[in-house]
């Protein structure tokens, strides 16, 4: 192990319906995130292993109890993810950072509130969502689209293979991330790990986006599954979820609150056209310590 025990880190695994988390406590311990220091604790077989790795550090604005950050496992900063805080607020209490409930949490667009129940679930207050193409960004130049209901579906030309779709018609939702919703008859079938990347990558994508395959079963329940942007297909995604809870709603296809079967469990999402709120579950699952930097180099040389 290193002989400076600043860098041996103290985390504790997580998961929110199978989105799996590695979460840091920056307020304790002096924490310097890098993309290759994400990568190596999001490795799932030379380290932790995770989807995203989250960090709870000390707010930097008045309106805020803390700061939380996220890094996908290909090492990037993003913005938000929906899972993520609601194992954010367990952790904060669960390590005795503080007992306020609700918490107010900083992101990167601003402020969320998380509120934990006594039933074990936890509700995020989701914070703006927005639906015009700026606000992912996506470039619309030449693209044909079409109104349902309250929504502008736009129709994305992909480079796929034969046998794959070369268009599919999605929705552009914002909830700090951004997202591209799509309808399919059947999420068991969908081609999510083969469109899911030509979506996520796609050049009119500024920030690259998550894509959302959603099966509708009926005005209040649907199926759904995410390719992640710099995570892959996840188990869930928070705010994927929200975001295809609000895409249907406003295609006139499903009616608040809406019941999100994911393949990792169970999100409840209630939106009224303004307030956009997630509740699930979030679960510690072990503790641990790292040597981050031997972690990093371990994985430099298995590389």
């Not at 790795?53 to 913005?79: C, K, S």
């Not at 989701?126 to 700026?134: H, I, V």
């Not at 869930?236 to 249907?248: L, N, S």
Request: net charge negative; charged share 20%.
């Amino acid at each position: 192990m290193s002989d400076n025990p600043a860098m041996i880190w103290n985390f504790t695994k997580m998961h929110g319906a199978g989105n799996d988390f590695v979460v840091l406590d920056g307020v304790r311990q002096t924490i310097t995130m890098t993309p290759e220091r994400a990568r190596a604790l999001a490795d799932r077989h030379f380290g932790v292993g995770a989807d995203q790795i989250l960090l709870v550090e000390p707010a930097t604005r008045p309106d805020a109890d803390f700061r939380y950050r996220i890094f996908n496992a290909d090492g990037g900063e993003v913005e938000h993810c929906g899972n993520g805080a609601r194992c954010f607020v367990r952790f904060v209490h669960e390590q005795g950072l503080s007992d306020r409930n609700p918490l107010r949490a900083e992101i990167a667009t601003g402020v969320i509130v998380l509120d934990e129940g006594a039933d074990s679930q936890v509700t995020v207050d989701m914070g703006l969502t927005r639906f015009e193409p700026d606000a992912l960004p996506f470039d619309t130049t030449g693209l044909a689209s079409r109104t349902q209901h309250q929504d502008t579906l736009w129709q994305l030309e992909l480079d796929a293979p034969a046998g794959l779709p070369r268009q599919v018609e999605i929705s552009l939702v914002a909830i700090s991330n951004p997202h591209a919703v799509q309808v399919v008859d059947d999420v068991d079938t969908a081609p999510v790990g083969l469109t899911g990347p030509l979506i996520e990558s796609h050049v009119r994508f500024a920030k690259r986006v998550n894509a959302g395959f959603m099966q509708v079963i009926d005005p209040h329940n649907i199926r759904l599954r995410v390719y992640e942007r710099g995570a892959g297909e996840t188990l869930a995604c928070g705010t994927g979820a929200c975001a295809a809870v609000a895409a249907g709603i406003r295609r006139g296809l499903l009616a608040s609150p809406v019941r999100v079967q994911t393949r990792g469990g169970v999100l409840t999402i209630a939106w009224d056209g303004a307030n956009l709120r997630m509740t699930g579950p979030a679960e510690s699952v072990y503790t641990g310590k790292i040597d981050i930097d031997k972690l990093v180099f371990s994985l430099a040389l298995n590389r």
